[in-house]
């Protein structure tokens, strides 16, 4: 099975400031047939389900803010928040769907400072 | 846009059985493939289980196969996940989530979550 591994575990910024989330696979997630790296991110409010924010490392799902972005290739990926807004509070998550299993990062906790 | 409700959880005894459904919103719900996704108390992610959109292909976690079984039934919009010799690590909120293209088995990323059901095992 292919690990996925965020860091840090837990980060806090201040409102406004940037927020960068990495995340490493134990084996590339890239396609070279079809170009593309088979990498989402998730954000999980308390009391909710994931939501998708981000896949094909870069692409971002409809309605998400353009303050997240998605960059990064093969084995390295990095989420970021360009101004952090309040309600960004969450653990994110990473995921692979190139080889099954699909599998997730142990996740990041993000908090204001 | 498919909605999911997820439905069947419960408090149950180690070693009983449980059977959760995933109702989807709409008759597209058949043209897509559909995962198992759960979380432990306070934990991360743990993939499950997937079923191709045609109930044709499916596949299982390590830490539950032999013991869990995926299944549909698209006349009812329904995907099913029958947990058999429950044990107590199988205690979670058990989430389905489909995948965001018609027709996949595992190549695209989950853009539809229910709102989960709670699983608890417990003597």
């Known amino acids: 099975d292919i690990v996925m591994t965020q860091s840090p575990d837990s980060l806090a910024v201040s409102l406004g400031e940037r927020a960068t989330i990495n995340c490493k696979s134990s084996q590339s997630v890239f396609y070279s047939s079809s170009n593309k790296s088979y990498l989402a991110w998730y954000q999980q409010k308390p009391g909710q389900p994931p939501k998708l924010l981000i896949y094909?490392?870069?692409t971002r799902e409809s309605g998400v803010p353009d303050r997240f972005s998605g960059s990064g290739s093969g084995t390295d990926f990095t989420l970021n928040i360009s101004s952090l807004q309040a309600e960004d509070v969450a653990v994110y998550y990473c995921q692979q769907y190139h080889s099954p299993p699909d599998t997730f990062g142990q996740g990041t906790k993000l908090e204001i400072k | 846009q498919v909605q999911l409700v997820e439905s069947g959880g419960g408090v149950v005894q180690p070693g009983h059985s449980l059977r959760l459904s995933c109702a989807g919103s709409?008759?597209?719900?058949?043209?897509?493939?559909i995962h198992w996704v759960r979380q432990a108390p306070g934990k991360g992610l743990e993939w499950v289980a997937v079923?191709?959109?045609?109930?044709?292909?499916?596949d299982h976690g390590d830490s539950v196969k032999g013991r869990f079984s995926i299944s549909r039934d698209n006349s009812k919009n329904t995907v099913s996940l029958q947990m058999n010799s429950l044990r107590a690590e199988d205690t979670a909120v058990y989430y389905c989530a489909k995948e965001s293209q018609p027709y996949g088995g595992g190549w695209y990323p989950f853009d539809t979550w229910g709102q989960g059901t709670l699983v608890s095992v417990s003597s």
């Open positions: 709409r008759s597209t719900f058949s043209t897509y493939a």
């Open positions: 079923i191709s959109y045609d109930g044709t292909k499916k």
């Open positions: 094909w490392a870069s």
